[in-house]
T-cell receptor, first 115, second 111 residues
Framework: AQSVTQLGSHVSVSEGALVLLRCNYSSSVPPYLFWYVQYPNQGLQLLLKYTTGATLVKGINGFEAEFKKSETSFHLTKPSAHMSDAAEYFCAVSVSGGGADGLTFGKGTHLIIQP | NAGVTQTPKFRILKIGQSMTLQCTQDMNHNYMYWYRQDPGMGLKLIYY???????DKGEVPNGYNVSRSTTEDFPLRLELAAPSQTSVYFC??????????FGQGTRLTVV
């Protein structure tokens, strides 16, 4: 079975600073990896995904993530934080491609942006 | 294009009551899912469906039932509501692994 661990339930950064949200996964087969963002009282929106190929993936709103198999990690980064980035971020994994039996989510990281 | 629509947005139930959470999608997606979200716990899969007439249990199916009579609709039924079912429920759909589209959620309180 697969699992996801997100380090830090809350992360606070200053506006303009680097954003780094950590995600480690456990999977016995090559995983598909996803980052979703949730704004208050909203559903989840896909930020980016890794399926196969290039290990550095770029997403919306200036976010990117790098798949590191040796470290079983898929950390999310953004060079310069903006106030509008304040939200809940979820890392998720699927071993069936997410199309058949759904996603396994981490517990989420609440990103706080300090002015 | 409405995407995934969930109704109602909010509901308060008394213990032992029953209700159906509605979910419909207009993207002709084969795959549909129900998740529940509890504070600090992420999302957990309740049930999923890979097509009309086919459903299967997820990680936390106890106390819930689903049906999938059409491609568009995937209702979630709570038969005997319990306080442990107080949660935010999300319906999602996808064509494949490319992207899962989520509804806005239903906030359910059982008192």
């Amino acid at each position: 079975a697969q699992s996801v661990t997100q380090l830090g339930s809350h992360v606070s950064v200053s506006e303009g600073a680097l954003v780094l949200l950590r995600c480690n996964y456990s999977s016995s087969v090559p995983p598909y990896l996803f980052w979703y963002v949730q704004y208050p009282n909203q559903g989840l929106q896909l930020l980016l995904k890794y399926t196969t190929g290039a290990t550095l993936v770029k997403g919306i709103n200036g976010f990117e993530a790098e798949f590191k198999k040796s470290e079983t990690s898929f950390h999310l980064t953004k060079p310069s934080a903006h106030m509008s980035d304040a939200a809940e971020y979820f890392c998720a994994v699927s071993v069936s491609g997410g199309g058949a039996d759904g996603l396994t989510f981490g517990k989420g990281t609440h990103l706080i942006i300090q002015p | 294009n409405a995407g995934v629509t969930q109704t109602p947005k909010f509901r308060i139930l008394k213990i032992g009551q029953s209700m159906t959470l509605q979910c419909t999608q207009d993207m002709n997606h084969n795959y549909m899912y129900w998740y529940r979200q509890d504070p600090g716990m992420g999302l957990k899969l309740i049930y999923y469906s890979v097509g009309a007439g086919i459903t299967d249990k997820g990680e936390v199916p106890n106390g819930y039932n689903v049906s999938r009579s059409t491609t568009e609709d995937f209702p979630l039924r709570l038969e005997l509501a319990a306080p442990s079912q107080t949660s935010v429920y999300f319906c999602a759909s996808s064509y494949s692994w490319v992207e899962a589209f989520f509804g806005q959620g239903t906030r359910l309180t059982v008192v």
